[in-house]
């Protein structure tokens, strides 16, 4: 059977929004690979935000979120205590704004992306 052909991606027998859960993670550590090989927490944590989430969030200093009701990511802080996100990424935000899938991150990778929102407090 062949698979659908999607944005130029043959997928057989995995529904594409379950293959970018499966692929995306291990695509964030090789751009980690690909940008020199950093093991700076919040330098990964950029590159999972970007990888995973700038198709919505503003994940910069200054830049805008192209999804409505997606918060930059430099105002969380100004929302919430950003140590109690940890939590809610662990164990699978369902939904923080409309139209954004459910995320569930390995514990490594949470404590990334809390290093890179924590750089913005600086």
């Known amino acids: 059977m062949m698979g659908k052909r999607k944005s130029g991606v043959r997928v057989r027998g995995v529904s594409g929004g ?6 995306a993670p291990v695509m964030a550590m090789a751009a980690a690979s690909d940008a020199g090989g950093t093991d700076d927490p919040a ?16 994940i910069g200093k200054d830049d805008e979120s192209a999804a409505e009701g997606a918060p930059a990511f430099r105002d969380l802080d100004q929302r919430y205590p950003v140590d109690q996100l940890e939590e809610a990424l662990a ?3 369902v939904t923080g704004h409309e139209g954004m899938p ?6 490594e990778e949470v404590a990334n992306f809390i290093a890179y929102l924590k750089t913005f407090a600086d």
């Open 102 to 107: 459910e995320i569930e991150w390995e514990a």
């Open 18 to 23: 379950l293959a970018i859960a499966i692929f």
């Open 43 to 58: 330098a990964l944590g950029r590159l999972l935000a970007e990888e995973q989430c700038g198709a919505c969030h503003a």
């Open 91 to 93: 164990e699978g935000i």
